[in-house]
């Protein structure tokens, strides 16, 4: 029994079900956030790209470093590998479907979200490299795209809040997402110095990394403080601070379930976070 729910957690994690479902949650608590009416066609093309997205980054980067990396997550994704295309092609079919039932107004965001997205994962035409090979850029790139599709597509779409309002919980989810994708520069490290991509880990180092995760997490919880009902803010801030602690025992010698469920997972704090604050 246990190996067949290991199997199936990897399969979650490993087919990138786990975080498109984070995606998708996070963008269905946000129309809450920004006082919207929740629409659940976004709600479904924010979990089919972001599925569809991370297949393809998945495809194409595993196939750049399985020649030289041997980790037990590298092993993982080869093995599943026939299972993530099948995966790629059912999300592809989930964005169509989804996107044409979302007005037109939202749809300069999402161009830009999806260039940016699919030119993280394969290189741009005659650059011959990702976004995501361009030192230091790679994090704030899925800050900055996270934030965008997160907050300001259901804002534009529903939002009642000030524009001042919205633009401040864009910063505030930057930099939320920033402060967990942080530890991931760390996982990564071995693999980005042998493609020679410069990354803030490798520059700073485990222990100032992680110091500036912690403080971007106090920096969104003082936005939160301006932006957010107390109540909501409240619940956030602790939240926060439960992360932070987590964040404080990454190390490149932990297992990869502590990124990819773990630091991941967050995203569902947040998430569930923001409906209590609502409730209360």
């Given at each position: 029994m ?7 957690l990897d ?8 975080i ?19 629409s ?7 979990f ?23 980790t ?8 599943l ?6 995966f790629?092609?059912?999300s ?21 979200c999806?260039i ?21 850029i ?21 939002g009642?809040?000030?524009?001042l309002?919205c ?11 920033f ?13 980005d ?5 410069n990354t803030?880990?490798?520059?700073l ?5 992680i110091y500036?995760?912690?403080?971007s997490?106090?920096l ?12 909501t ?21 932990r ?14 704090l ?5 409906l ?5």
């Amino acid at each position: 029994m246990k190996q067949y729910a290991k199997i199936a957690l990897d399969t979650i994690l490993y087919t990138n079900v786990y975080i498109a479902l984070a995606a998708a949650f996070l963008t269905y608590s946000s129309f809450y956030l920004v006082q919207g009416q929740v629409s659940w066609a976004t709600t479904g093309l924010v979990f089919f790209a972001t599925w569809f997205i991370y297949l393809i980054h998945r495809i194409i980067g595993i196939a750049k470093i399985e020649s030289f990396v041997h980790t037990i997550r590298v092993k993982k994704i080869t093995t599943l590998r026939q299972l993530n295309y099948l995966f790629s092609i059912v999300s592809a079919i989930g964005i169509g479907i989804c996107a044409f039932q979302l007005p037109t107004q939202v749809y300069p965001i999402l161009g830009a979200c999806a260039i940016t997205s699919i030119f993280y994962a394969i290189p741009i035409p005659f650059f011959k490299k990702r976004l995501r090979d361009i030192h230091y850029i790679k994090i704030v790139l899925i800050s900055i795209t996270w934030s965008l599709v997160t907050i300001a597509i259901p804002w534009v779409l529903s939002g009642t809040v000030s524009l001042l309002a919205c633009s401040l919980l864009c910063i505030e989810r930057a930099v939320f997402i920033f402060a967990i994708t942080l530890p991931f520069d760390i996982r990564d490290r071995k693999v980005d110095k042998k493609q020679s991509v410069n990354t803030i880990s490798n520059t700073l180092g485990t222990r100032n990394t992680i110091y500036l995760s912690c403080l971007s997490l106090m920096l969104a919880s003082a936005l939160l403080i301006c932006i957010a009902p107390i109540t909501t803010s409240g619940i956030l801030i602790l939240t926060y601070f439960l992360i932070a602690a987590f964040i404080t025992r990454t190390s490149e010698k932990r297992s990869d379930y502590f990124y990819t469920a773990g630091l991941d997972g967050s995203i569902f704090l947040i998430a569930i976070a923001i409906l209590l604050g609502r409730i209360f």
